[in-house]
């Protein structure tokens, strides 16, 4: 059994699961018409494969059915075009160095015209891990307290300072004065590798911002101040990763906080109750191109009120830069 028919096989047994849980790479049907220059018994399929990242074509993509009667390859511009018999009810796409995709449990009406994308991503490297930059954590209290914080990822840890131990952090607060060990600190800091860092999406695309990075420093002041930061954080933010983005003509910038970042980063444990918190990892990828992706959408940064005990953490990750076809 070949590669490709084996990844059908396995696929249909995984149906199931894929139609619980929102796939990572996804198929958007353009439109699906009546076309008389289309025999009664197939269906003709056209479209295009684009990187969910960068909106490049990718090249050399099988789409086919699944038994593979009927297939094709995408062209230098992504393009496709595929004759289906009425009865099929399924199309997948598959390349080796991108996410394979499967169009499940689709009605291919004979004498239709159906048009349809496949938005994929760049596989990583096996073994290849990406850094989670300096996460740092302030604290805030109008109570002076000592508290323990642990986070659920902490064998993932490469550094950190003051030093993470088993055990966590012991901090002590005195008038938001913060120390470890008796000594004081401004935050805690910590890095990491991840293999799972990636521009997290919907079943609309990316929603994720692009900007001509002369503008960096007025759109990360825009984004923080949305985000809730007070002046030291964004300092701290801006003199961090504004260097880094500028060594890039463009980028795409997108926010992930609170819930997700629980479960894209990790979770924060506190001995004590957090009466407000926000968590604020960003992710970027430079890009020589001025074209904005495709599939990207305005992403929506929200606040937060800070009262009694309060944390607030930021870090981030950068992507290998956006290739040019």
């Keep these: 059994m070949n590669r490709l028919l084996m990844l059908c096989v396995l696929l249909v047994l995984a149906s199931n699961l894929f139609a ?3 796939p990572r790479d996804y198929w958007h049907v353009i439109s699906d018409q009546k076309d008389d220059s289309v025999k009664k018994n197939t269906c003709l399929v056209t479209g295009k494969v684009a990187s969910v990242y960068s909106g490049s074509p990718v090249v050399g993509g099988v789409i086919s059915n699944l038994d593979r009667s009927s297939n094709t390859k995408t062209n230098l511009l992504g393009e496709f075009s595929l004759v289906l ?71 993932d840890f490469t550094f950190s300072y003051p030093t993470y131990n088993e055990q966590g952090w012991d901090v002590s607060l005195d008038n938001n004065n913060m120390t470890v060990d008796g000594n004081s600190y401004p935050y805690l800091f910590w890095e990491g590798f991840s293999s799972e860092i990636a521009f997290q999406r919907n079943e609309i695309g990316v929603q994720a911002d692009f900007i001509n990075t002369d503008s960096t420093i007025q759109y990360l ?46 979770e924060v444990i506190s001995s004590v109750e957090i009466d407000s ?11 020589q191109s001025s074209k904005s992706p495709p599939y990207l959408f305005k992403q929506e940064l929200k606040s937060f009120a800070r009262k009694g005990f309060t944390l607030v953490e930021w870090g981030g990750s950068e992507l290998a830069p956006i290739k040019q076809l």
Excluded at 223 to 232: E, I, V
Excluded at 239 to 265: M, V
Aim: a negative charge; charged letters at 20%; hydrophobic letters at 35%.
């Design 85 to 155: 018999s009425s009865k099929d009810t399924a199309i997948f796409f598959y390349h080796p160095e991108y996410s394979e995709i499967v169009c499940w449990n689709y009605n291919f009406q004979g004498g239709h015209h159906v048009n349809m994308n496949f938005v994929t991503s760049e596989k990583l490297e096996d073994g290849m891990m990406i850094m989670e930059e300096k996460p740092v954590v302030y604290l805030y209290s109008d109570k002076d307290l000592s508290v323990n914080l642990k986070y659920s990822n902490a064998a």
């Design 277 to 287: 918190k926000k968590r604020v990892y960003m992710i970027f990828q430079g890009s």
């Design 221 to 266: 002041e825009g984004a923080l101040d949305l985000l809730g930061f007070n002046s030291t954080e964004k300092a701290d933010f801006i003199t961090y990763w504004g260097p880094r983005i500028i060594n890039h003509p463009y980028a795409q910038i997108q926010f992930i906080s609170d819930d997700r970042y629980d479960q894209l980063i990790g």
């Design 20 to 22: 619980e849980s929102l």
